[in-house]
């Protein structure tokens, strides 16, 4: 554990609003950050994340990368506060953009490394994700694997110091923008799917590895799949112990859920009142009619509940610490208000959503419209919305787990059994799942 070095909160502050005046880029006047990351709306690509990566390289040589991470791994050993002191000081400037590879090495990978893996582990990849030298991404999903994420079916053999991995990963976000994979495996098939999963460091470029780039219906192209024919990776690139990666994976699901958001200490207001369909209703004509502004107040005040009960989650979790009940409360919150938000957003559009002037990609509609698809992305994205009800009931209210037909049965038998189930249903029946 670091030792905090002892800052005082107002310097600290005042040093870094002068680094960042000297040093970063001012947003442009008028660009929404909210808008300009919505998922589909930009094409990241290579050269745009190589051009990123001095930035990064930038705020670590300052000491403003990793503010609360243990200095022994290249952070500050600071604490939250003074890491909200700088992300308040550089709200109007340009920080590193990964997308969410960024989101996903800093916000998700970063800390199951810190919390599972060895200390040479964090000694070899902690500081270089602070420089920017090393983005991950998440392999957790796959065909068999998604909901059922102990389902998974990407073998690793043990051989020597290495492992031997073969089989398939689905909706990588960004694996095609980053460096390394935290994956997923099954080391072990003689046991219950929850007890032979192990957690590796997968280079994305390592003989073997195939990453294709899925084409989405919002355009965008950030997810893939990859495929791995017998990538050997080194033992020292494990994290944590041979076959009790369902532990991990606890960890990793709060994070994923949002559990390790920053909570602001300020009171929480409700925010303006949603510029962006205020700007849709003016666009189409609708701004004086009375049931257009009961839709643009329902729709602030369902982002104002979404936002005060996301706040008190994350100080539950907080204070019982890493349980992926509780952070499931926080995914529901996000996947139930997001996609009835963008539901209200297609009402006040009416028709307009429907079609527009190729030269109009940049106007509201059609901003509107990727909005509205991506509305649906929280519902699914870390868990379905059906998968946090029964994380809540399970593991938050008691009660009964699900009945499940594969969980105490040998994984290897599991699969035998699907390939030659003849449709009859005999035992307890159900999907199987975490
Ligand atoms: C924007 C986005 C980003 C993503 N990024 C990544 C990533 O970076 N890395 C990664 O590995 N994965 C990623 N995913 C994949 C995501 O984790 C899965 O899509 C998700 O877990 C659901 O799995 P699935 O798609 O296989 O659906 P399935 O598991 O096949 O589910 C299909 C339907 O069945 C329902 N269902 C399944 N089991 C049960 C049950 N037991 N009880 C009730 N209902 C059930 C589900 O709720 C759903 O409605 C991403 C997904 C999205 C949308």
Not at 303 to 330: C, E, Q, V
Request: charged share 25%.
């Amino acid at each position: 554990m670091t030792t905090t070095t002892p800052v005082d909160l107002e310097a600290y502050r005042r040093e870094a609003r002068a680094w960042i005046a000297a040093n970063l880029a001012p947003r442009e006047i008028g660009q929404d950050p909210v808008a300009a990351n919505l998922r589909g709306s930009r094409e990241y690509t290579r050269e745009q994340m190589a051009a990123e990566r001095p930035k990064q390289r930038a705020l670590f040589d300052a000491g403003y990368a990793g503010i609360t991470w243990p200095v022994e791994y290249g952070g500050q050993g600071l604490t939250r506060a003074h890491e909200r002191a700088f992300l308040e000081e550089a709200a109007g400037f340009e920080l590193p953009d990964f997308g969410y590879a960024g989101s996903m090495t800093f916000g998700v990978c970063a800390a199951v490394i810190l919390a599972h893996a060895s200390e040479d582990f964090k000694r070899r990849h902690l500081p270089r994700m602070l420089k920017g030298e090393e983005l991950w991404v998440q392999f957790f999903s796959e065909p068999s694997g998604g909901s059922d994420l102990a389902g998974i079916r990407t073998r690793a053999t043990r051989d020597g110091d290495t492992w031997i991995l073969n089989g398939a990963k689905v909706w990588t976000s960004f694996g095609h923008l980053a460096d390394w994979g935290l994956c997923l495996a099954r080391s072990n098939w003689s046991v219950p799917k929850h007890r032979g999963l192990t957690w590796f460091g997968v280079p994305v470029d390592a003989p073997g590895v195939t990453v294709r780039v899925i084409r989405l219906i919002n355009g965008g192209a950030d997810f893939c799949e990859e495929f791995f024919d017998d990538v050997v990776i080194p033992d020292a690139e494990r994290i944590g112990d041979v076959d009790q990666g369902w532990t991990i994976a606890q960890t990793m699901l709060v994070h994923e859920r949002g559990g390790s958001t920053e909570v602001p200490d300020a009171p929480l207001e409700p925010g303006p009142l949603a510029p962006d369909l205020v700007a849709l209703a003016r666009e189409v004509g609708r701004i004086d009619e009375p049931h257009a502004r009961q839709l643009i107040a329902q729709a602030h005040s369902l982002m104002f509940l979404r936002d005060a009960l996301s706040r008190r989650i994350r100080r539950t979790l907080k204070l019982h610490g890493a349980n992926p009940g509780y952070a499931a409360y926080w995914a529901l919150a996000h996947g139930t208000f997001d996609a009835q938000r963008a539901n209200l957003s297609i009402d006040l559009a009416r028709g307009h959503l429907v079609a527009w002037e190729p030269s109009e990609t940049e106007g509201v509609a059609a901003s509107t419209a990727l909005a509205f698809l991506n509305g649906k992305i929280n519902s699914v994205a870390g868990g379905t919305d059906q998968m946090q009800r029964n994380a809540i009931s399970e593991q938050v209210l008691g009660l009964p787990r699900e009945p499940s037909f594969d969980r105490d049965k040998p994984f290897d038998q599991v699969v035998r059994d699907a390939e030659h189930w003849d449709g009859r249903v005999t035992g307890p029946t159900g999907p199987s799942h975490s």
